[in-house]
């Protein structure tokens, strides 16, 4: 059975499920994982994971390194010869790097060993970064270097094709969703308005949060039975928290923190609406396809969202949910009541969405693909 090595710098931080989904649902392949720091290993186990260690402290050598011969990091912190070291030990047919960034960082050695390499982008790893000195030329070199280049979403395969990449190596590489854990549930609407909204996502400026807090507000003002969870956590918690209390939402507003993924589904089993109101932030941090959004429709769950990033590969404007434009907070109210008001079709869009989902997504036919590229990369 041919091996990849999986490369991931953190394995695993809590929003990388989609990370662990793919290196547990490999059948054609064995894998390890490399990582520099195992993070939350009972949340994602795995069993065979070799951690990086740090290269003896060398003073003089990086100093020298750094800064008289100007090497990238992977030379002047030793990494290069550590991992030299560990496939001598450890064999692989090739290696798949996790994140544009952690490419860049590895592309001398990316071009010195004698084995194939792919990346995979996922959404923020695709920003240009002029403040680092060289990293935009180094990116644009990655591109070059390695025979193929994945990519979670149309929207940022077309991105790669800007940059540079050349478009025969692009990939669409979809993180699937394993069906089985979030199984389709016909909820009843409510007669009173209680109507349950439901979002979940890292609590960061690229999900739209404050967009869908003001939208819910007005929603709320002639439905003050309706609720609003946020799972998830963040840096813009307290923000957020704040928000909801100076629109007068703050009892009708729940940040439930960090959910597990039985708590997820039965949250999802318990709303009606999924909102993902996603934007474009000033540095072009955007989404590839969020996967809580392809869990709760999993369940389901219609979606009302924006016209981002991936978005509308995954949302059919008006057939699995309704779509506005970013940062319109009274878009995305009209789209509440117009979803609201028709609680038939919701039933039909929620039915639609567990269907298209299903048919686009499904992790065993994704992992199907993946492995076909390593076969592509790996000339097997």
Known sequence: MPIVASYCTTFLKPEMLHIHRQVTGLQRYQTFVLTKERQNAEKFPFPDIEIIPKARKNF??????????????????????????????????????????????????????????????????????????GYDAQFHELLQVVPLVLARSHSLCARLKELGCPPEKIRLNRTGVPLEDYPFKQRPMPADGAWRFVQACRLIPKKGLATALRAFAS???????????????????????????????????????????????????????????????????????????????????????????????????????????????????????????????????GQAASQSVSAEFERAKQIEKLESYYDEAAGM
């Open 219 to 349: 929603f709320h003002r002639d439905n003050p039975k309706a609720r609003f969870v946020i799972a998830g956590e963040g840096p813009m918690r307290g923000e957020m928290e704040e928000l909801a209390n100076a629109l007068g939402v703050g009892a009708a507003v729940e940040f439930a923190g960090f959910l597990s993924q039985a708590g997820l589904r039965d949250l999802y089993e318990r709303s009606q609406i999924f909102l993902h109101p996603s934007e474009t932030t000033e540095d072009q941090n955007q989404e590839g396809v969020p996967n809580s959004m392809l869990e709760a429709m999993s369940t389901g769950l219609p979606v009302l969202a924006t016209r981002h990033g991936g978005i509308p590969e995954a949302v059919a404007d008006e057939k699995t949910g309704y779509l506005v434009p970013e940062r319109d907070h009274e878009a995305l109210h009209r789209a509440m009541l117009r979803m609201t008001e028709a609680p038939d079709y919701l039933y039909i869009m």
């Open 60 to 133: 003089l050598k990086r100093f020298y390194l750094k800064y008289i011969r100007r090497l990238p990091a992977v030379y002047y912190r030793g990494e290069l010869q550590v991992l030299i070291k560990i496939f001598r030990r450890r064999p692989a047919d090739l290696m798949h790097v996790y994140f544009g960034h952690t490419g860049v960082h590895l592309l001398p050695f990316i071009k010195e060993w004698e084995k194939p390499a792919v990346v995979s982008f996922h959404g923020a790893d695709i920003m240009p970064r002029p403040e680092q000195a």
